[in-house]
């Protein structure tokens, strides 16, 4: 029996982009190492099983993110061979039928949300993952023997596709149908191989249906529930809106109410005003009574005039006291923003004060700083380069090794991922792997980590 190979690949829009062993997932799990092209993200992956044959026997399909650093986010805890070891069958690519854990089939259920969906339609997320472990970026050593052998013993009914009716026969369907044509096919000695190939076969085609039909009703629910959400959401919405209407509504209908109160006042008075002024004119009907009539109305519209004009200068008085608090709100908030950059560099100066001091007191006690980087191994650091090197630890370990920055960092992706880095039209990398670049000062990018095929580009 072949050695069973564990290994991780990332999947963006079905396509996968990153592959490594599980030692190496387990690396960055215990934050030894990042994934600084994940930074911000979060990715679907499939945690898998590969034999000698290269054939995938287990697949866990889960979610993981990363933070802005490129390490894992959160407490991010699941454990993928415990799925994997009580997961149900998939469909069979290739070395018989495959265990599967995904969200509609996980056998744990307070890890579902954790898991996603493979695309089950042609079996488009199995034949990505396939076609990305027989390419075999990672250098998995095959076994000749086991991916030759099956191949040879595969009986020729089972190099066709069954029909639709086999495909709906039962376990004792396929035992009569195997009696009927065991005479045309081969000896009696090699019915019971024909049985379990049959049953095989049979329990495949099963199951990688009841996992289409799994991963079809979850969708399903999962399309229903955001339709409800949605539907709640935009009821919430108009029922906000209702009631803001007529809260609105409301409100017009008391300035209506007071409206038409004022104008029958003004009415009543306007009407009282002509009684008197009719009253006046038919007691005095003379030249001195129509003067003071038409003081009595210049003396109105004065008034009326004055009135309008204090209002309006009220009006302006509160408009201009309002101008003046914005004005002073944001004059507040630009002050405050400079103390707090202020005390933000207090508290730096204070920070790397006190961090000089325990440096200094650990440096006359005999503590030595050590730091471990790739291309320099272990890196002795004295005390008056201890600022320098918190402040940016790879500008620091690319001084050292005499180089740039930007070359030492992509040395550090070649040193961890030594593949050919060569794309093509659709911007995918060659992948194939390329001799490891030990020294960073020997490293040169565009050749070092080409291929034999793409050396000369």
Not at 188 to 207: M, N, W
Not at 221 to 245: I, K, V
Not at 286 to 304: F, T, V
């Amino acid at each position: 029996m072949s050695v069973l190979t564990e290994a991780v690949m990332f999947i963006v829009d079905d396509v996968v982009v990153k592959e490594m062993y599980f030692a190496e997932f387990e690396a960055v799990l215990d934050d030894v190492v990042g994934v600084p092209d994940f930074a911000g993200q979060e990715l679907q992956a499939v945690f898998l099983q590969i034999n000698g044959a290269l054939k995938i026997t287990g697949a866990v399909f889960f979610i993981i993110s990363f933070d802005k650093r490129g390490r894992i986010a959160g407490n991010w805890n699941i454990p993928l061979r415990h799925l994997l070891d009580h997961a149900g069958f998939g469909p069979d690519l290739g070395a018989g039928v495959i265990k599967v854990a995904c969200r509609s089939a996980c056998p744990v259920s307070w890890y579902r949300s954790q898991l996603w969906d493979p695309v089950m339609a042609g079996n488009a997320s199995f034949q990505a993952l396939n076609a990305a472990v027989l390419r075999n970026r990672l250098g998995i050593v095959s076994d000749v023997a086991s991916v030759s052998t099956p191949r040879a013993a595969m009986s020729a009914f089972f190099q066709n596709q069954p029909s639709t009716e086999v495909e709906a026969v039962g376990d004792s369907g396929a035992e009569e149908g195997a009696e009927t044509t065991a005479p045309d096919v081969a000896p009696q000695t090699s019915t019971p191989v024909f049985h379990r190939r049959y049953r095989a076969r049979l329990k495949a085609i099963r199951s990688a249906e009841q996992l289409r039909q799994a991963t079809e009703a979850q969708r399903h629910r999962a399309e229903l529930a955001a339709l409800e959400d949605e539907g709640s959401r935009r009821l919430a919405e108009r029922n906000a809106q209702l009631e803001a209407e007529r809260a609105r509504a409301a409100e017009l209908e008391g300035q209506r109410r007071q409206l038409a109160s004022q104008l029958e006042r003004q009415e009543q008075l306007l009407e009282e005003r002509n009684r008197e002024y009719e009253a006046m004119l038919g007691a005095q009907n003379n030249a001195a009574q129509a003067e003071e009539l038409e003081k009595l109305r210049a003396n109105y519209a004065r008034e009326l005039k004055l009135k309008l004009q204090q209002h309006a200068v009220d009006y302006e008085d509160r408009l201009n006291r309002r101008e003046t608090e914005l004005y002073q709100r944001a004059t507040e908030i630009v002050e405050l923003r400079a103390e707090l950059s202020r005390l933000r560099e207090q508290n730096r100066e204070l920070l790397l004060s006190g961090d000089s001091k325990m440096l200094q007191d650990m440096s006359e006690k005999g503590v030595v700083f050590v730091a471990y980087h790739p291309g320099i191994e272990h890196l002795v650091i004295d005390r008056q380069e201890m600022s320098a090197y918190l402040r940016d630890p790879q500008a620091f370990a690319a001084q050292r090794c005499d180089v740039s920055l930007e070359q030492y960092q992509r040395w550090l992706q070649h040193y961890r991922l030594p593949i050919c880095r060569s794309q093509n039209a659709a911007g995918e990398y060659c992948g194939q792997p390329v001799d490891k670049v030990m020294r960073p000062k020997l490293f040169r990018a565009g050749d070092s980590d080409r291929c034999a095929e793409h050396g000369d580009g």
